[in-house]
């Protein structure tokens, strides 16, 4: 290998769960600054892939973030080093305020964190990470909510704002515009080009194929694992494979 | 070999209890998902109702006796024995299991444990604190088998209790009730749309259960006496042996079971061998459940099956605490007044209260806070305490740092404990924190050449020329000690302050709500585990030290498993998940404040731990945040209700949001 690339590589990723091939020899790039989408039927395993990624699901094959090899490291690490993500069912700490759970991704703990707390000073810089979060997700007015009372819109929204505090160098989004209105949805394309536009890259996954296709710079296709397709999403449109294996009918149809 | 054959033979007695105790656990697990760790207690009063109408024909009951004209023959006495495993079975299904049966696994622990410590008190109470003798109901004399001399009687106890498990067994395999609970067990919804009741299901499965087990300490009693901790505490070799049976199979736990009677028996003889170190001898037969149920676990903590419900309740709120200058200072000064103008008994029980309070912080901490179970936080004090005695007689190290150094030896213990917590959870973690926490106390409490029985003195704690005892000549109670604790009441608490409002607090948080989603957002679960199990352990060892140069000179009572339990009872009555329910919890914990108030009104004898446990049980019950929560919830409503002019009812599930944000009530799913 030469120069150490920027962004995330993986190269053959392949998950098994028992026999089942999961994620089959997927090689994908997703550069900063760029928005990649991954669809699929669902069972493709667009999520398992981001699994495997993260460190959540065992894999072979080679993940590669900004030069630095992924393998083996467990996802806590992998969060440490840049590469966050969001999940499909929220997970947020639904006993701890939006703030808080920004907040806990920014200073995850350990001993330095515990020393800090009962020997340092108290400092407001806390703050200004919750609120530059919540406003590159266009969130007001919620940071003293728990979580768990928040809307699914919200709340899926609030896991993005999750995985931006800290640092970010790679932003893998799992369905997360999903419950969201058409409007929010638009306005939620508009927020993943801007996160994109200040440096991470993002790979996004959702259902909702206007944003997909509106937003993202390159898509891969999904079908049983394997991907059938990478490239412009202008392309996919009308890519005969990706029509049969996914949309089922011209994308131009399902737009309408 | 002879002797090898004949002490294999005398630990199919022991094996003969163990199916008893394990096929009852293995059934209750398999109809409701609850590790009843009652077992044991149970089938003991229904054994120690046997032994008393056997022997005097003396019926006893919780309340009152009943006299047999004379006393009724050995089968009457079984039949009676057995009647009462039955109703024990069918009250405790109603009043204690069914009540928590979607109840978070930490409720579940908690109110068996309840039933646990409240049979145990309760039969201190009826039938005394030391061992009887029972008359055995089996065939004496023995067999000749390859030369060594066998027992009859612990061949004819085995044979019985195999067949006992067999008919569980068959219950389980053949008959569509017995289907159904195991189909239960996998799919509780499922088995409802079948159209089975769960809950007749596991009214059936208590109330066997607690026939069996009965049927067991029965015939164990007579081998080794009936006495009020013995057999309860036997549930938690049987716990190993049902991790054995991966908490599914009546046949594993039947082997183990006798595997472990047996290897028991011969690690006794063993130990008897002149080559055998001396400081290993104690305690061997808690020390080898205990490293089973760690092997076990490490091999299949993560396939050992968990059950499908149909749903689950919040965890107790928590609520992330403010220090508020004047209320501190307010509490402090109540608390100097009190120490200051109290009579002697009162200043130890009020002192008693304040070290009980630091203890029940240990458990604010590892459980409130970072949601695990851990059942070993007195072993932890006991590590402590001893190590006190030798740092502060042998080595002289001055009073202060010794605390520091002996709280950082119980944190290491703690963080060695918390290993197994990386792989499991739940009700699995408090059987491996309760299996240590007991062969920490028989293997190192109870070890002479570790601890001499003729004592372990404490030196007496003095710093810049103020002597901080307990005693002085006759002053019993000292106020210079009582302050020296509640100093550092003040100071674990302020510490315990800072850090749940802090990172490793909200980290704590995180990891007790999902560890999944606290590991993508970048907490090390393990790390963090680890550094609660060390902090909570640090402060229990805190407690243990003061425990110590309260008593001045250390034994294992002290520190022993159902102390350890009786202050996770007060710790989860006053409320598990803030100090002030840590607070709450040294009033009331035993020999504190209230005690020493109730004592001294009337003599209550051994009934105070009887009033935890039932506490406890109507606490897991009733209203899962506790003493302290319940306030809380009573005073915000009352607040609310002040500013808004509009009723709302007071409900300990009350789960809206607090106005003030700092003070916002927490829960969440699951442990």
Known sequence: MSEPRAGLHTTSLTVRYGGVVANADISLSVEPGQVVGLIGPNGAGKTTFVDAVTGFTACTGSVELDGQSLDGLPPHRRRALGLTRTWQSGELFGNLTVAENILVAARPGGAGALWRDVFGRRDAAGKAVVGRALDAVGLTGVAGTLARDLTLGQQKLVGVARALAGTCRLLLLDEPAAGLDSNESLEFAERVRSIAAQGPGVLLIDHDMSLVLGVCDVVCVLEFGKPIFTGPPAVARTDPAVVAAYLGAPMETVDA | MTTLLEFAA????????????????????????????????????????????????????????????????????????????????????????????????????????????????????????????????????????????????????????????????????????GRATRAASENERGAVL????????????????????????VMGGSLTGLSPANYTLLVVPALAVVLIARLESIGLAVAGAIGLGIIQSELSLLATRSWWPQWAQSGLDQVLPFLLVMIILFAFGKRLPARGSLQSVRLPDVVVPRFVPWKA???????????????????????????????????????????????????????????????????????????????????????????????IRGVQLAIVTIAAALAIERFVFDNYSLTPPTGNPIGRPTLFGIDFAIR????????????????????????????????????????????????SVGIDVRRTKLIGFGLSAFIAGVAGCLIGYSRGELSAESFSVVVGLSVLAVAYLGG????????????????????????????????????????????????????????????????RKLRSGRAAPPAAADAAPAPVPAEKPRETTGV
Request: aromatic share 8%; glycine share 10%; with cysteine.
């Open chain 2, 576 to 639: 598990i998940t803030s100090f002030g329910g840590a607070l709450v919890a040294g009033v009331l914990g035993p020999l504190g404040l209230v005690y020493t108030a109730l004592h001294s009104v009337f003599d209550m004898g051994n009934a105070y731990p009887l009033i935890t446990g039932i506490g406890l049980i109507l606490t897991a019950v009733l209203n899962p945040s506790g003493i302290a929560g319940e306030t809380r919830h009573q005073v915000e409503w009352v607040k």
């Open chain 2, 329 to 423: 200072a307010l509490l402090v000064g109540i608390a100097v007044a009190c120490l200051v103008f109290f009579t002697p008994s009162y200043r130890f029980g009020l002192t008693t209260s304040l070290i009980i309070a630091i203890l029940a912080l240990s458990y604010v901490v590892i459980t409130g806070y970072l949601g695990q179970i851990s059942l070993a936080q007195s072993a932890f004090a006991g590590a402590a305490g001893f190590a006190l005695s030798k740092l502060t007689t042998a080595w002289d190290v001055p009073f202060p740092i010794a605390i520091v150094v002996c709280a950082t030896l119980a944190a290491a213990l703690g963080m060695l404990v918390a290993l197994p917590a990386f792989r």
């Open chain 2, 194 to 217: 079948m159209g089975f009741s769960p809950d007749r299901l596991a009214l059936i499965a208590l109330v066997l259960a607690s026939l069996v087990s009965t049927m067991a300490v």
């Open chain 2, 10 to 177: 005398l630990g199919l007695g022991l094996g003969a209890v163990y199916i008893g105790l394990s096929t009852g656990l293995l059934l209750v697990y398999r109809a409701t998902g609850i590790i009843n760790f009652a077992q044991g207690a149970m089938a003991m009063w229904g054994a120690y109702v046997f032994a008393r109408v056997q022997d005097d024909g003396e019926l006893v009951l919780p309340i009152g006796t009943i006299w047999f004209p004379e006393p009724p023959g050995t089968a009457v006495a079984l039949l009676v024995g057995l009647a009462n495993a039955v109703v024990l079975g069918v009250l405790a299904h109603y009043l204690v299991f069914r009540p928590v049966r979607r109840a978070p696994a930490l409720a579940q622990v908690v109110v068996s444990i309840g039933l646990m410590v409240a049979l145990q008190a309760l039969a201190v109470i009826r039938f005394g604190p030391n061992s009887i003798q029972v008359e055995s109901i089996l065939p004496t004399g023995s067999i000749e088998l390859l030369g060594a001399t066998v027992p009859l009687r612990e061949l004819t106890m085995v044979a019985i209790m195999i067949v006992l498990a067999a008919a569980v067994w068959a219950y389980l395999r053949l008959t569509a009730s």
């Open chain 2, 472 to 519: 002085e000549g006759r002053n019993l109670a000292r106020l210079e000690f009582s302050l020296m604790v509640l100093a550092i009441l003040v100071l674990m608490v302020l510490l315990f302050v800072r850090i749940a409002r802090g990172d490793t607090g909200r980290a704590f948080l995180a990891v007790r709500a999902n560890e999944r989603a606290a590991a």
